[in-house]
């Protein structure tokens, strides 16, 4: 809906391309916003067009859990203190191994 009413929300973007077409969306004056488009945390945005009388860095509020969506970014740190059962894996690819030459 806002891409009809000339608006353009650009969360981070990395790829040089993406960033071109937001800079060839963006007024002049407001170039030096495209240096932070890269480096947006989460729940922050570049608003520029239509929507907002001038180009802007904008942070979301935090939604209730229940109402977010499932796509938290992992905590590592808890993801590598657990066992993922590698030792089974091996083992298993170990056997399959031996087993193909008898």
């Known amino acids: 809906m806002l891409s009809q009413c000339g608006t353009i929300l650009s969360m981070r973007l990395n790829n040089e391309r993406d960033q071109a077409f937001v800079k060839a969306a963006m007024p002049e004056g407001a170039r030096g916003f495209l ?14 067009g239509e929507g907002v009388s001038i180009p802007m860095r904008v942070s979301f509020d935090n939604l209730e859990e229940a109402k977010r969506p499932a796509s938290e970014d992992p ?26 030459g008898t």
Do not use: H, K
């Not at 488009?37 to 945005?45: H, V, Y």
């Not at 905590?75 to 193909?100: H, I, K, P």
């Open 75 to 100: 905590s590592f740190m808890e993801l590598w203190n657990q066992g993922g059962g590698e030792e089974d894996v091996v083992y298993r690819t170990v056997q399959r191994w031996r087993a193909q």
């Open 35 to 48: 240096d932070s488009i890269p480096a947006l945390r989460n729940r922050e945005c570049i608003m520029c």
